[in-house]
């Protein structure tokens, strides 16, 4: 018995899983199958259940019998907004013998929806680049109050912020925003995105800062 993902989870859309139950018996049995989803906390205690599903089927001989489970973003997402994963799990007892009972479970992380970024520029000491985001609403409904961070240690001296008041069902954000990095060297720059069905989404790029000689620095806020 086992619980198999068919598609990558991913935060935003449905998830859709199936459980297989396998037969080396000569005779029909009669199965009630508990499926339950919770969502769980880093620690890996449970924070919220999500769904639960009760179901009498027959398993016939030598045969296998394959149960769907779909998890809908609706059920799920907002429970996961304090959760970092999801535990499906499948609790199976034959009902002519109460003794036998088959347990499986399956650890679900579901990816963030896509967040890009990536640093334009001639990557030297002084010069003016700028940092491009790109985020693209995954749902069926719009994301309401988005905003965009975009941090880096020796590239800004503050945090950079772009906001959104609401993004439609399948637009795309992109947003740019000049920087000029003043320390040489290996950096990250980092962006952050978040709104009321999406929490903490990040990304990343490195950027190899060239140094530059003889130039007096630009004066920069503190």
Do not use: W
């Amino acid at each position: 018995m086992k619980i198999v993902e068919l598609t990558k989870p991913v935060s935003g859309k449905d998830i859709d899983l199936k459980l297989i139950l396998n037969s080396n018996d000569s005779e029909t049995r009669t199965l009630v199958i508990n499926v339950n989803v919770q969502a769980m906390r880093y620690t890996g205690i449970p924070s919220s259940q999500i769904q639960t599903e009760l179901k009498e089927l027959k398993l016939l001989p030598n045969q296998d019998l394959t149960i769907p489970i779909h998890i809908p973003f609706s059920v799920y997402g907002e429970k996961m907004r304090e959760s970092n994963s999801i535990k499906v799990s499948a609790v199976v007892t034959d009902k002519d013998k109460s003794e036998a009972v088959y347990i499986t479970e399956k650890d679900l992380v579901p990816e963030s929806p896509s967040l890009t970024i990536k640093a334009i520029g001639s990557e030297l000491q002084y010069s003016e680049m700028t940092a491009e985001v790109v985020f693209e609403n995954p749902l069926s409904e719009g994301l309401r109050n988005c905003f965009i961070t975009v941090t880096g240690s020796g590239l800004l001296t503050e945090t950079m912020e772009a906001r959104m008041p609401l993004l439609k069902q399948g637009q795309r954000l992109r947003v740019t925003m000049p920087f000029t990095p003043y320390r040489p060297g290996p950096k990250k720059l980092v962006a952050g995105f978040n709104c009321d069905q999406f929490r903490d989404i990040k990304a990343s790029c490195n950027v190899y800062i060239k140094p530059v000689t003889g130039v007096v620095p630009p004066l920069r806020r503190y």
